[in-house]
């Protein structure tokens, strides 16, 4: 089995910043893409940034400028680095990835961690 182990959402206030880390472990024989989504109270969960296996990366609208996300390959990990927050920034932050299982088969599998939750007052 593999999982991702989200890490790094707290409290903080408008204007501050935070790191989240994305920690993927067990029968890895590689990873693709891995992104960071989020979903606040009553609204869908939404894509915030995303990073391939070649570092190219993508970022939704209300990010950009403000959010970096990248990777350790070496470490199976993937970050956010957030910045200037804001009040609307308020979600849990779930880390997901493609990853490609260990053993003969080599199969792939989507995986979500289990969230992060980021507040940001006013």
């Known amino acids: 089995q593999v999982q991702l182990v989200e890490s790094g959402g707290g409290l903080v206030q408008a204007g501050g910043s935070l790191r989240l880390s994305c920690a993927a472990s067990?029968?890895?024989?590689?990873?693709?893409?891995m992104g960071w989504y989020r979903q606040a109270p009553g609204k869908q969960r939404e894509l915030v940034a995303l990073i391939t296996s070649g570092s190219s990366t993508n970022y939704a609208d209300s990010v950009k400028g403000r959010f970096t996300i990248s990777r350790d390959n070496a470490k199976n990990t993937a970050y956010l680095e957030m910045n200037s927050l804001k009040p609307e920034d308020t979600a849990i932050y779930y880390c997901?990835?493609?990853?490609?299982?260990?053993?003969?088969?080599?199969?792939?599998?989507?995986?979500w961690g289990q969230g992060t939750l980021v507040t940001v007052s006013s």
């Open positions: 997901n990835a493609e990853i490609q299982l260990g053993g003969s088969l080599l199969t792939w599998r989507e995986v």
């Open positions: 067990g029968r890895i024989f590689s990873i693709n893409d």
